[in-house]
Nanobody, 119 residues
Framework: QVQLVESGGGLVQAGGSLKLSCAAS????????MGWFRQAPEKEREFVAS????????SYTTPVRGRFTISRDNAKKTVYLQMNSLKPEDTAVYYC????????????WGQGTQVTVSS
C-alpha cells in the first residue's frame, strides 16, 4: 500500500515557476516508477511525466518537454515536478501516481494539487 500527498501548487504568472512535491508512505516506494498527471477543467486527465525507480529514466509529454523536470529522492520517499516557463495552458489539478510495473498500471493516486497560471 502506498499513500501519496501532493503539495506545492498555487497561482503563478505566465513565465513563472513552481515545484510540486509528492510525499509517499509505504515501504515499496523506492521500487516503484512514479508519474505526474494533470486534469484541466472539462478535459480528461493526461500524462505529464514519469520516472523509474532509480531515477535514471524519465519520460515527458511533448508540451512540457524542456520546461518540466521530474526527479525523486528515495531516501525522502518524495517525487518532484519542477515546472518552469509556465503557460496558462498548464493550469490544471496535478496528481502524482505510483506505478505497478508488473501490472503496467498506475495503482495509487494522490488527491491532487491545483496549479493556476495567469496570463
Amino acid at each position: 500500500q502506498v499513500q501519496l500527498v501532493e503539495s506545492g501548487g498555487g497561482l503563478v504568472q505566465a513565465g513563472g515557476s513552481l515545484k510540486l512535491s509528492c510525499a509517499a508512505s509505504g515501504r515499496t516506494f523506492s521500487s516503484k516508477s512514479m508519474g505526474w498527471f494533470r486534469q484541466a477543467p472539462e478535459k480528461e486527465r493526461e500524462f505529464v511525466a514519469s520516472i523509474n525507480w532509480s531515477g535514471d529514466a524519465t519520460s515527458y509529454t511533448t508540451p512540457v518537454r524542456g520546461r518540466f523536470t521530474i526527479s525523486r529522492d528515495n531516501a525522502k520517499k518524495t517525487v518532484y515536478l519542477q515546472m518552469n516557463s509556465l503557460k496558462p495552458e498548464d493550469t490544471a489539478v496535478y496528481y502524482c501516481a505510483a506505478r505497478n510495473d508488473l501490472k503496467d498500471v498506475y495503482e495509487y493516486w494522490g488527491q491532487g494539487t491545483q496549479v493556476t497560471v495567469s496570463s
